[in-house]
């Protein structure tokens, strides 16, 4: 069974930084893509960033490109996101999620792509 697990949200200033995790099982991991997706309150979800395992290609939204890495330890089957120069704006619940598919680039932030997703990480930044 596939899953996905979040861990290192929390509450930080405006300015700070975190790194958030993504732990996988129960898929191989090189075959997948991972993204990382949050929403915000009475907002729609929407995509962060994303790598691509087998070749370690990175996507990111244009509002987070130059705070924000992606990267992956295939050999811990795990992913980060490094959040850095944190905005009140960044405030969300924050999810990874994984997909096998081969998708082209435009796709690799679409939520509806990606299959298995985890059970999500507050992300609070104070102003």
């Known amino acids: 069974e596939a899953k996905l697990v979040e861990s290192g949200g929390g509450l930080v200033q405006a300015g700070r930084s975190l790194r958030l995790s993504c732990a996988a099982s129960?898929?191989?991991?090189?075959?997948?893509?991972i993204g990382w997706f949050r929403q915000a309150p009475g907002k729609e979800r929407e995509g962060v960033s994303s790598i691509s395992s087998s070749d370690g290609t990175t996507y990111y939204a244009d509002s987070v490109k130059g705070r924000i890495t992606i990267s992956s330890d295939n050999a811990k089957n795990t992913v980060y996101l490094q959040m850095n120069s944190l905005k009140p704006e960044d405030t969300a619940v924050y999810y990874c999620?994984?997909?096998?598919?081969?998708?082209?680039?435009?796709?690799?932030?679409?939520?509806?792509?990606?299959?298995?997703w985890g059970q999500g990480t507050q992300v609070t930044v104070s102003s």
């Open positions: 999620a994984g997909t096998s598919r081969s998708l082209l680039p435009a796709y690799y932030l679409d939520d509806s792509e990606y299959d298995y």
């Open positions: 129960g898929f191989t991991f090189d075959d997948y893509a």
